[in-house]
């Protein structure tokens, strides 16, 4: 089954991760390619968990949560997990639009403005011809984003012992940390987990879900590495502070044509990953709230805080890191009402997390809350 999993997996592909990874080749090499191996292979299992909790229960982790908290509780988990949803889209579609932008010279503004009615068209669609679309959609946007980074490392690669050095774990220089913490964030995504147990609901068997979540993990794993790659192999010494620098910088190290595969990247990774950003957000406040908003509000409130991002020249990869670093921070607020429905036999029966799946998931959550602490600190006191 090519399904659930291939949609959730184009927020795996983001601008959000293609800027973060690229960003970590050019200024580190590959030294921070073990962070997003090991990124891949917790967001795998963490997929599935979300996938069986949907499959098991026919509910979704917001709905699953708000049964179980009050409302003041409710209420909290809702503006957070909102806030999330609306930050990635607006990465997305700055991402976008950006690379609107750099290929055929459409105003910032405009291209966001077009990114976001591209989503919901997306959507719309969707609604209307039903799930295969999507999951369609979702296939073809992997494999054009994969192709244009497989297309850039035919033109210059770094050496292969780099890439063997670059699975040992090490933060070097300053900024590693940061940089580290964003490709956890861009990788393991709370959105990605709300929108996966919501479109598991129909499909039951767990079998499935799980060759579902293989095929798709080492798809955008795969392409997340070669980012990494692409970014050490052409990028590495330049500072890359906004897109424009990357796209002049591939051009002028690997050429026009890499320039423009990897802008065709951006494009559609932004495009397509906005429809996930919306449908979780749809997905959040539903499951919390039992209310829905149009989607063309939730269009709205998603384009006119990125046109004024755009407007007022912040600087996009910046941005666009400090997303994914803000969503590292928030991702154990998903993983641990995961970990705990997930291992509830109340809430799954005869599915419930085995004894090692439990302390799996339980080391990953305190890895990932180390990690944020340890931002934390380097970040107020360095």
Not at 204 to 213: S, T
Request: aromatic residues 6%; contains cysteine; proline residues 5%.
């Amino acid at each position: 089954m090519l399904g659930p999993a291939f949609v959730a997996a184009i927020a795996y592909v983001d601008p959000g991760n293609l800027v973060t990874n690229v960003t970590a080749g050019a200024q580190f090499g590959t030294a921070l390619l073990w962070v997003v191996v090991l990124a891949t292979l917790v967001a795998g299992p963490v997929q599935y968990l979300a996938a069986k909790l949907g499959a098991t229960t026919g509910l979704t982790l917001p709905q699953l949560v708000a049964k179980r908290c009050s409302t003041p509780w409710r209420v909290a988990y809702w503006l957070q997990a909102e806030a999330v949803a609306i930050a990635t889209d607006v990465a997305e579609v700055i991402g976008a639009a950006f690379a609107m932008y750099l290929l055929f010279g459409v105003p910032l503004p405009v291209g966001g403005a077009i990114a976001a009615v591209v989503g919901g068209v997306v959507l719309a669609a969707g609604d209307r011809l039903g799930e295969r679309f999507l999951q369609g959609v979702a296939v073809v946007s992997l494999c054009v984003i994969g192709g244009a980074f497989l297309f850039c490392l035919t033109y210059r690669t770094p050496p292969l012992h780099a890439l063997g050095t670059g699975m040992v774990p090490a933060l070097p220089g300053d900024g590693a940390l940061y940089l580290a913490a964003g490709i956890v964030g861009a990788t393991i995504m709370p959105h990605a987990i709300h929108v996966h147990s919501a479109l598991a609901q129909t499909h039951r068997r767990l079998r499935a879900h799980r060759a579902d979540v293989i095929l798709a993990m080492l798809f955008a794993g795969s392409i997340n590495a070669a980012m990494v790659v692409v970014g050490a192999g052409a990028l590495h010494g330049l500072s890359g502070e906004d897109f424009g620098d990357i796209a002049r910088g591939l051009s002028e190290r690997a050429g026009g044509a890499a320039q423009t595969a990897f802008l065709v990247a951006l494009l559609v990774s932004g495009l397509t990953s906005t429809a996930v950003g919306t449908q979780s957000g749809e997905v959040v406040m539903s499951g919390l709230m039992r209310r829905r908003m149009p989607r063309s509000l939730r269009r709205l409130i998603t384009v006119l805080p990125a046109v004024a991002l755009l407007a007022a020249g912040v600087s996009p990869v910046g941005a666009l890191i400090m997303s994914q670093v803000v969503l590292a921070i928030g991702l154990p607020l998903v993983l641990v009402p995961l970990g705990l429905l997930t291992s509830s036999r109340r809430v799954m029966g005869e599915h419930v997390n085995s004894l090692p799946v439990k302390a799996g998931l339980g080391a990953a959550i305190a890895a990932v809350t180390l990690l944020d602490a340890a931002l934390l600190l380097e970040q107020f006191f360095p």
